[in-house]
């Protein structure tokens, strides 16, 4: 079956650290991957896209890897600040498919100060 | 990238009747998508509304029951119909951006009693 997964369980970090969070999928060839950030009553942020043939994207404090052979994208965020927690979206986007993307559950992060 | 006013916020409704939520975006796009995102999952699209045309709905969804209005390029309804318990969600509106990010509204939090 087709799934998209990331980790249920809360991820606690100590402010300054890096932040990891994971997205694994299964039975999809992806033609990009998208993360998201989503505060509490709010729609989801666009935050970074990485493309199939792109093994690392990076924007300010943020990176994305995208390993399509272990189908799995791994987000970091270095020097974690309190401001960081939120949930964390992962979406694929499939090709053949111009606009829809395959969503995973989210991992919510807590970075204690 | 663009801006999505999105009302209501929430809103508690009795079984039975019909709420119509509404999306206006700040510049003109040719798709709008309606997503639903129940607590803990991941976020499910409804159906994409394109100006002209009938809405197109993915799998599981109807035209009966979450009819869509796009009467122009900046403006999209979706109304839930005849609501049951079961319809309680947040409901999302979306449009594509130019670097290939989504930009969604703040979300109604729709409660079904």
């Known amino acids: 079956s087709q799934k998209i997964e990331q980790n249920s369980e809360a991820l606690n970090i100590q402010e300054g650290k890096t932040a990891t969070l994971t997205c694994n999928y299964t039975n999809y060839s992806p033609a990009y991957l998208q993360w998201y950030r989503q505060d509490p009553g709010r729609g989801p942020v666009f935050l970074l896209l990485i493309r199939e043939n792109e093994k690392e994207k990076r924007k300010e404090r943020l990176k994305v890897t995208f390993d399509t052979t272990l189908k799995q994208s791994l987000f970091h965020i270095t020097a974690s600040q309190p401001a960081d927690s939120a949930t964390y979206l992962c979406?694929?986007?499939?090709?053949?498919?111009?606009?829809?993307?395959?969503w995973g559950a989210g991992t919510k992060l807590i970075i204690k100060p | 990238s663009a801006v999505i006013s999105q009302k209501p916020s929430r809103d508690i409704c009795q079984r039975g009747t019909s709420l119509t939520i509404q999306c206006q975006v700040d510049?003109?796009?040719?798709?709008m998508f309606w997503y639903r995102q129940q607590p803990g999952q991941s976020l499910t699209l409804i159906a994409t509304a394109n100006q002209g045309s009938e809405a197109t709905y993915e799998s599981g969804f109807v035209i009966d029951k979450f009819p869509i209005s796009r009467p122009n390029l900046t403006f999209s309804t979706l109304t839930v119909s005849n609501m049951s318990p079961e319809d309680s969600s947040i409901y999302l509106c979306s449009v594509s951006t130019s670097n290939y990010g989504y930009t969604f509204g703040s979300g109604t939090r729709l409660t079904v009693v």
């Open positions: 979406a694929l986007g499939l090709y053949g498919s111009n606009y829809q993307l395959i």
């Open positions: 510049s003109q796009v040719t798709m």
